[in-house]
């Protein structure tokens, strides 16, 4: 059908610019709301379609990034020198980041530094209430959980390099044997230090470090029953042993077989707060302290490896056994040695003579016998000498040598052979000497001794006949 025209009026013969919209345009501005509302329906549908997108690339990215890892792990390093820069990429450039030995059990907990009043405290001050010391709440680790899997080309080749460093390094013709993970405490560390991922960015004397402290670690018990059920340390073999012993590694050295790194990981315990560190510049070892910690075993030779850094050995209040190594006597920076309190027994070693640079010497509360030897005259530099409740014999004249003493501790022991020497007199600093408790010194307390007019003179009045002493014991019967 026609459209019908619309018909011509006056405003439009007045007006013939202007212009009437036709009805095709009538009919797109009909269709303009239809069109908007489908823009407004496609919106969800373009949301869909964008995270389903983005899902799908996540889900790739994802399965490439899996493939590198997988990847990264079962690509071997080409050579031992390589396995640093492998290990690099597994664990970072950080040490205290890397233990790989413990994938479940990464420490949190920093080594705990709290202040001591002990025996002699670092002034070497008389203190009677020593500290109740915190000990890391943690169980050790089975041997087998403590050693990775690394090739065994690595592993023999880690062993041949630091047996050449052992013996370059050695004085005392310190070995060790291939015992596997059993056998002694040396071989024991070694197993666990030729398995380190870290191995070959040590320093020689790092390495040396890790063994020795490690030898430490592996050959002490806590006397302390254990009684969480915890894993041994030890291997298979010894598992029924320690079971029947009840036996286990002490808290505090639980860390000191984990691979990370041994002066900000390691638990010790320092005398203060004042800014005392256990390691040098150099990451080597300053201070071995370990007091109040339920030790029990012997002290290793192999710490005279330590004797270009060590200055201070702190093991006071344990349950430490056997006799002091003569090596010990090679620890030629070793200012202070307090072993105080312990279970040690046997003749003191005259090679303690060579320690020129010991100021404290705290070996009181132990079992040592014999006569004194000589050779401690020649530590002109001893501040503090405790040797206090032992059973010493003799009491050499050598001793009026070491000027700087201030401190001299002789009570309960058995001296008797020549009595208290007239050489004592030439200590012009001494301020306290205590001789109680040793029936045998008997005779007069010699008036060079009694001129030097000391803070502290104790003697049993009714043996040894003392006018100058500020204090008199009359029950020398018993102990």
């Known amino acids: 059908m026609a459209r019908r025209q619309r018909p011509v009026t006056e405003a439009d013969q007045e007006n013939p610019g202007l212009q009437r919209p036709s009805s095709a345009a009538s009919e797109e501005q009909d269709e303009e709301p239809h069109r908007y509302l489908c823009l407004v329906m496609s ?24 493939d590198s890892s997988k990847a990264l792990v079962t690509s071997a390093p080409s050579s031992p020198e390589d396995w640093f820069d492998f ?18 059990q990464k420490p949190t907990q920093n080594p705990t530094r709290i202040t001591s009043n002990l025996f002699y ?13 915190p000990l890391p709440q943690a169980n050790p680790p089975s041997l087998s959980t403590m050693l990775p899997t690394i090739e065994p080309f690595f ?37 666990w230090l030729i398995r380190d991922p870290r191995f070959y960015s040590y320093t020689d004397d790092r390495l040396l470090q890790r063994w020795v402290l490690a030898t430490f670690a592996f050959g002490m018990v806590s006397s302390e029953k254990s009684g969480g059920g915890g894993n041994s340390i030890f291997s298979q073999q010894q598992q029924q042993q320690e079971d029947e012993q009840q036996l286990s590694i002490p808290q505090a050295m639980q860390n000191w077989v984990r691979y990370t790194d ?19 510049s150099d990451g080597l070892y300053v201070r071995l302290d370990l007091r109040l910690q339920h030790l029990v075993g012997t002290l290793p030779s192999e710490i005279a490896l330590l ?28 200012e202070r040695l ?74 309960h022991n058995a001296f008797a052979t020549g009595g208290v020497p007239t050489t004592l007199g030439q200590l012009s600093n001494l301020k306290q000497l ?23 003179l104790q003697a049993d009045c009714d043996k040894l006949d003392c006018d100058c002493c500020t204090f008199c014991n009359y029950y020398n019967s018993t102990r």
Not at 48 to 64: C, W
Not at 87 to 104: I, V
Not at 121 to 133: A, E, G, K, L
Request: hydrophobic share 35%; glycine share 10%.
């Open 434 to 456: 205590n001789l109680i408790f040793n029936s045998g010194l008997v005779g007069t307390m010699p008036v060079e001794v009694c001129n030097l007019k000391m803070d502290v």
């Open 155 to 191: 592993i023999e080749d880690a062993r041949n390099r630091f047996q050449q460093i052992l013996v370059s390094r050695s004085t005392s013709g310190f070995t060790v044997t291939r015992d596997g993970d059993g056998g002694t405490p040396q071989a024991k560390a070694l197993n």
């Open 87 to 104: 290990t690099e990429n597994l664990g970072g450039n950080n040490n205290d980041d890397l233990a790989l030995s413990f994938p479940t």
């Open 307 to 334: 004797s270009n850094h060590l200055r201070y050995i702190h093991l006071f209040d344990n349950r430490i056994q056997g006799t002091l190594p003569t090596e010990f006597g090679l620890l030629t920076k070793l």
């Open 338 to 411: 307090e072993l105080t309190k312990n279970d040690l027994v046997g003749p003191l070693p005259s090679e303690l003579g060579n320690l020129d640079t010991l100021r404290f010497l705290g070996i009181g509360q132990n079992s040592f016998e014999g006569p004194l030897p000589t050779s401690l005259g020649k530590l002109s530099r001893l501040n503090t000498i405790g040797l206090e409740w032992n059973q010493f014999t003799e009491i050499p004249s050598e001793l009026g040598n070491m000027v700087e003493t201030r401190i001299l501790n002789m009570d």
């Open 262 to 280: 041994e002066c900000t990981r390691w638990f010790y315990t320092l005398g203060d707060d004042n800014g005392k560190t256990v390691c040098d």
């Open 121 to 133: 405290d670092d002034d070497d001050n008389f203190q009677s209430r020593p500290p109740t010391v």
């Open 43 to 66: 919106f969800p549908a373009v949301i869909l379609l964008g995270v389903a997108a983005g899902l799908t690339i996540y889900l790739i990215s994802l399965k490439s990034n899996n």
